[in-house]
């Protein structure tokens, strides 16, 4: 399965995987009774949009290709396989909601969510052509740096409100 995919489709794979979690986020912020949590996952909803953004600008300026497929199928089926496991496949699960009682509680749900990702990109990164992988390197570090956030985020939620964390 070497040089299955391209940067563009790694990229193009981020994106619906960011578009889920966008949607997520949003029907929690609307299905939730606690203010707080509602705040919170609007937060989270901007800025899966901002990242979605972002990756589209850079789908834009990269070269875009066709997998290379040893069997028919192999390309979808692999990615089927990859995100199967990811974090918002439950989302439709009426108790997902239950396990989200505080803010620290919604940082944690998308700190999974980025783990998850994190994970993929590794993964991906694998069967990349060998002069894209500077760009899923980028993609990498942009994702750890959201885990980074969501953790200096939960952090200072113990003492202060989202308002007054998001302004740091």
């Not at 997998?67 to 990615?79: G, I, K, Q, R, T």
Request: aromatic content about 8%; charged content about 35%.
């Amino acid at each position: 399965m070497a040089n299955l995919f391209c940067a563009s489709e790694v990229i193009e794979i981020s994106i619906e995987a960011r578009k889920k979690g966008m949607d997520f986020y949003k029907r929690i912020a609307k299905r939730t009774k606690s203010g707080e949590i509602k705040e919170t996952f609007k937060w989270l909803a901007s800025e899966e949009e901002r990242h979605i953004n972002i990756l589209n600008q850079i789908l834009g300026k990269i070269e875009k290709c066709q997998p290379f497929e040893l069997y028919p199928d192999e390309y979808s089926l692999y990615v089927q396989a990859l995100l199967k496991r990811h974090t918002f496949n439950d989302i439709k699960k009426k108790d997902f909601l239950k396990k989200i009682k505080t803010n620290a509680d919604a940082i944690d749900t998308a700190t999974e969510y980025e783990k998850d990702s994190l994970l993929i990109l590794y993964e991906m990164k694998h069967f990349v052509r060998r002069a894209e992988i500077k760009v899923i390197n980028r993609l990498i570090k942009s994702t750890q740096n959201d885990i980074y956030r969501l953790n200096n985020l939960k952090k200072c939620l113990t003492s202060k409100d989202l308002k007054t964390c998001l302004l740091k």
